[in-house]
T-cell receptor
Framework: GENVEQHPSTLSVQEGDSAVIKCTYS??????FPWYKQELGKRPQLIID?????GEKKDQRIAVTLNKTAKHFSLHITETQPEDSAVYFC?????????FGKGTSLLVTP | NAGVTQTPKFQVLKTGQSMTLQCAQD?????MSWYRQDPGMGLRLIHY???????DQGEVPNGYNVSRSTTEDFPLRLLSAAPSQTSVYFC????????????FGPGTRLLVL
């Protein structure tokens, strides 16, 4: 199945700075790469996704980039705010399965 | 719409007991899946289903059974609970396989003593 590696496991930034989380995947047939945000005690929720026919996608302060040749994709959060503090998960598909990375705990300090 | 619902919210079991975690969705989603979440391990796929009558194994299927007799329901059965199955279990559903937005349920916290 798909093996998704995510780095770093923890990330601390100051409010207003940018945050970048990186993921690599192993299945070259994987074509869908979502990012989920999970606040403490809550369920994961989709924040952005990208498909393999696109290299970059933006939604306000968040963006995702995909490099299919290198098999890696990244989440970029600009102008971070305290409410961005959460655990972020990347994921990749393998057949019909969606496999997640181990998560990045992001802390945004005022 | 209620979305994805899970019951119970919290359960304590003794080693060797069996139980069923319930998951239901009212969005007419074909795809449903079960994940377990453990500290530092992320979300690991247990089983998934692409439609009624069709199920398949994920990354960590051992000790768990599933069935999908209707589009709405996807129960997860623990046959003989072990302490290693202490975890938070999330059910998710989507329109199409793993390539669409997954809508997660609120989770079931399971403690096996």
């Amino acid at each position: 199945g798909e093996n998704v590696e995510q780095h770093p496991s923890t990330l601390s930034v100051q409010e207003g700075d940018s945050a970048v989380i990186k993921c690599t995947y192993s299945d070259s047939a994987s074509n869908y790469f979502p990012w989920y945000k999970q606040e403490l005690g809550k369920r994961p929720q989709l924040i952005i996704d990208i498909r393999s026919n696109v290299g970059e996608k933006k939604d306000q302060r968040i963006a995702v980039t995909l490099n299919k040749t290198a098999k890696h994709f990244s989440l970029h959060i600009t102008e971070t705010q305290p409410e961005d503090s959460a655990v972020y998960f990347c994921a990749g598909t393998s057949g019909y399965a969606l496999n997640f990375g181990k998560g990045t705990s992001l802390l945004v300090t005022p | 719409n209620a979305g994805v619902t899970q019951t119970p919210k919290f359960q304590v079991l003794k080693t060797g007991q069996s139980m069923t975690l319930q998951c239901a969705q009212d969005m007419n989603h074909e795809y449903m899946s079960w994940y377990r979440q453990d500290p530092g391990m992320g979300l690991r796929l247990i089983h998934y289903s692409v439609g009624a009558g069709i199920t398949d194994q994920g990354e960590v299927p051992n000790g768990y059974n599933v069935s999908r007799s209707t589009t709405e329901d996807f129960p997860l059965r623990l046959l003989s609970a072990a302490p290693s199955q202490t975890s938070v279990y999330f059910c998710a559903s989507s329109y199409g396989a793993g390539r669409e937005t997954q809508y997660f349920g609120p989770g079931t916290r399971l403690l096996v003593l």
